[in-house]
């Protein structure tokens, strides 16, 4: 048996004899065999594609197809991960730091509203968001070619990555989705009904957010300088300054206003219940970011680790400027100073993070340090509205402030995206003249893209909260203003003292 066993397996390994083709056989069947599959040329290609994040060397939906027919496993592990960074963000980051800022009655009700806004996004982005963003459509909205996620499986869509599959694609940007809403919050908090607080956003997502992203992001976006070579305006946005912390900024800036001022504003001291919560809040912010911003290279490559250096040095600096000048003017540097000043760091650089060298990141850190730091103690003084968690003086300042240095600042140099792709041929960068204006004009068709968004962000959101204001009303009730929103509108309390 031992002997019958030996025989076989030197059998299955031994090579085949060579076979000669029979007289009869066909030249043309004879070439298709022995072309049956991607020559060694043609793997390699792959495999330096896959590297360089770069379009495949081999035709997919060709007989000689790519042997990496799927996702790049590497790609996708980092996509994967970066989406659940930037879900940090929001929950916990987000909800920590703005739930320290408020007064203890109304802790919870932050973080219910991260959560409820969390869960609304979500199902609007299974059913029309994810589509309206990023299918082919209008130069201002996409189609509805991937409503309810039809067709969104594990191949790439190669319009956004080549190597990353759609589903990991669509999540990740599902996240942006989600954060963004969540930072008007900030700016009405401890007074607007959670009820309005979910209409408003449901519809501020379809009016703002979904046409703001696509004509930015979108393959055919009016404003997609990097891969539109339509592109009417041809501005750039790395990670979301215009598409998140513009639109949420300048929206929150409105309904604030219309909210009114909060009980007993500039009267009695409403100072943060918890510095703790919003530091543990601000540092899951920082470490989240990195998904937000070195993520949006959509790979982990050369990109991405400038991102993730300019995003880092912006942010420490930012920090440490806001600090400083406290100190400088008010003797004492505070807790709350740092935190601020590392999330207005982290809002500047989010649009130029994969365009800037390092020194350019410094500046861009000066700048987010001392111009928001002013919108936040000055302007807001001088003006009057209650903008009770800064929202405005940090992300609609810092968004547009981050937007406009972008184009000052951002170089080809550090950007494949800018001027050649990695294999030298022209990509749509190059032949709608964004590569020609970087270092010259960018900031103009910058100012564009700011000038449009504040628009579309304004008057959007003065609707909506005007409808909302009329049907179910926007504010609480005073009596439940006093009491906190916590054990009115959720049944429960932050902390239990007795």
Request: net charge neutral; charged share 10%; glycine share 12%.
């Amino acid at each position: 048996m031992r002997i019958f066993f030996l025989i076989g397996v030197i059998a299955l390994v031994s090579p085949l004899p060579a076979q000669t083709p029979s007289p009869s056989a066909s030249p043309a069947r004879s070439a298709t065999a022995l072309q049956a599959g991607p020559s060694l040329e043609q793997r390699i290609a792959d495999l330096e594609a896959y590297v360089n994040n770069s379009a495949r060397g081999a035709d997919t939906g060709s007989p000689m197809a790519s042997n990496i027919a799927g996702p790049g496993p590497g790609h996708n592990a980092w996509m994967m991960t970066c989406a659940a960074l930037v879900l940090f963000m929001t929950l916990p980051g987000l909800a920590l730091f703005y739930g320290g800022l408020v007064r203890a009655k109304n802790v919870l009700s932050v973080l219910a509203q991260c959560l409820g806004i969390a869960g609304l996004v979500t199902i609007l982005w299974w059913a029309a968001g994810y589509s309206l963003v990023f299918s082919h459509g209008t130069p201002f909205i996409g189609g509805l070619k991937f409503a309810f996620l039809h067709g969104v499986d594990a191949r790439p869509n190669s319009d956004y990555s080549y190597w990353v599959s759609q589903n990991v694609f669509a999540m990740y940007q599902l996240m942006f989705a989600i954060i963004t809403p969540a930072l008007i919050i900030g700016a009405v908090a401890e007074r607007m009904k959670f009820a309005a607080v979910l209409i408003f956003v449901g519809v501020w997502m379809f009016a703002v957010y979904f046409p703001i992203a696509h004509m930015v992001w979108g393959i055919d976006g009016w404003m997609n300088g990097v891969w539109n070579a339509g592109a009417k305006i041809t501005a750039i946005d790395f990670a979301g300054g215009t598409v998140v912390h513009m639109t949420s900024g300048w929206s929150a800036l409105v309904l604030c206003i219309l909210l009114g001022h909060r009980l007993g504003f500039r009267k009695e001291i409403m100072a943060p219940h918890s510095m703790v919560l919003c530091m543990v809040g601000t540092g899951l912010l920082w470490v989240g970011w990195y998904g937000f911003n070195a993520g949006s290279a959509l790979a982990a490559d050369g990109i991405a680790a400038n991102a993730f250096m300019t995003t880092t040095l912006a942010t420490a600096v930012a920090s440490f400027a806001w600090a400083m000048l406290e100190y400088a003017l008010r003797g004492k540097p505070s807790v709350l100073g740092f935190c601020s000043g590392a999330v207005a760091g982290l809002v500047v650089i989010t649009p130029a993070c994969g365009y800037v060298a390092p020194s350019g990141a410094v500046m861009i850190g000066v700048a987010a340090g001392i111009v928001p730091f002013f919108a936040c103690t000055k302007l807001k003084s001088w003006f009057g509205y209650d903008d009770a968690l800064d929202t405005f003086g940090i992300h609609a300042v810092g968004g547009t402030l981050g937007a406009f240095l972008t184009g000052v600042f951002a170089t080809a140099s550090v950007n494949s995206n800018l001027s050649l792709s990695i294999t030298g041929s022209l990509n749509p960068a190059t032949q709608n003249g964004l590569a020609r204006i970087v270092g010259h004009t960018l900031w103009v068709e910058q100012l564009k893209a700011i000038v449009i968004t504040i628009v579309l962000a304004v008057v959007g959101s003065a609707i909506i909260g005007a409808i909302v204001r009329g049907a179910i009303g926007l504010r609480i009730a005073p009596e439940i203003e006093r009491q906190g929103l916590d054990i009115n509108q959720h049944g429960e309390e932050g902390y239990i003292t007795s």
